[in-house]
């Protein structure tokens, strides 16, 4: 596995920051893995910690509260748990179409919670989900 490793320097007003760029490659001259290195005060061309990847925030607020919508798709319903839901937090959730018609509508959620869906055409809906600064919304479908 072949090793190449590029140094950059950024400056930015006074400061300097150094970055390295690591790939990894196959055999066959793939490229496999990429490793950013970003360090403000290591010298050019030493050895730097690697900077920790990105959470993605949708992920963040679903862990935070324990929400999870399932199953989709769905042919008559879904469910909708909380797992870390607070007393003090108002929750909410709207279901509505493509155009933005709302379908369902329900206040203050329970730990577990089930929507019928049995009624609706066919189709593509908006789960918005509410709890509280923090909202969410899903796609799910609905099929026979």
Do not use: W
Not at 32 to 43: M, N
Not at 71 to 90: F, R, S, V, Y
Request: positive net charge; glycine residues 4%.
């Amino acid at each position: 596995m072949k090793k190449i490793i590029l140094y950059l320097t950024l400056f930015i007003s006074v400061k300097s920051y150094s970055q390295a760029i690591e790939y990894l490659y196959d055999a066959n001259g793939n490229r496999t893995e990429r490793h950013l290195y970003v360090c403000p005060s290591c010298p050019q061309g030493g050895r730097m910690a690697a900077t920790p990847p990105p959470q993605d925030t949708t992920q963040a607020v679903a862990a935070k509260h324990g929400l999870n919508v399932f199953p989709n798709p769905t042919q008559d319903k879904i469910n909708l748990t909380l797992t870390n839901l607070t007393d003090d937090e108002t929750t909410s959730v709207t279901v509505s179409d493509e155009s933005g018609k709302a379908l369902y509508t329900a206040k203050n959620l329970q730990s577990q919670n089930e929507i019928n869906m049995a009624s609706f055409n066919n189709g593509t809906y908006f789960v918005r989900v509410t709890m509280g600064k923090d909202v969410m919304v899903y796609k799910v479908m609905k099929v026979q």
